[in-house]
């Protein structure tokens, strides 16, 4: 498992820690939890530094599944194993689960009304607001190299603009970000 620097002098995390943190992320993260957890685990509970998160999201883009489930499985290990990436999981997933059925249920009932896919409209657009928002937060706080930057652009040119795949864009970039932070490391 990869190595992700904490924020300084914070101490483990308790199992009911852990439980709470990610259950107020699932609690709050209507529309997309990455501007949620990366306030909840960086700036409320102090687990992880911005670049920690920066990380750590990093590497849980480049897996398969959501990416704050990732990180709750990746945390929860880190800091008590195996019960504590299921404490996390469970925690992230428990208010969701129960909204989304609850919620699946009324826009069943109302699917039809115009109103119904106005509202589904205005809801993708913040979504989308929230996403762009937490990426510049990133960037700006994670303190990265000029290769990351154009690492970064490239992500952003390949996936957003030339709408190429994401895994195949990961298969190029990967590789080219060792090279690049190899040769970095080896300047400095």
Known sequence: MATIETAADTPRPTLPALFTGFLKIGLMGFGGVGPVARHII???????????Y???IGICQALPGANTVNAAVMLGDRFRGAFGA??????????PLLSLVAIANLYDAVSDHPLAQVALTG???SAAGLILG???RLLTKAGLARW???MAAGAFLAVGVLRLPMLPALLVLVPLSLIAATFGARRV
């Open 123 to 125: 809801a993708a657009a």
């Open 42 to 52: 960086v700036a409320e509970r102090g687990w992880l530094d911005d670049r920690g």
């Open 148 to 150: 990351a930057w154009v």
């Open 134 to 136: 937490t990426a510049a």
């Open 54 to 56: 920066a990380e750590l």
């Open 86 to 95: 299921l404490t996390c999981v469970f925690a992230l997933m428990a208010v």
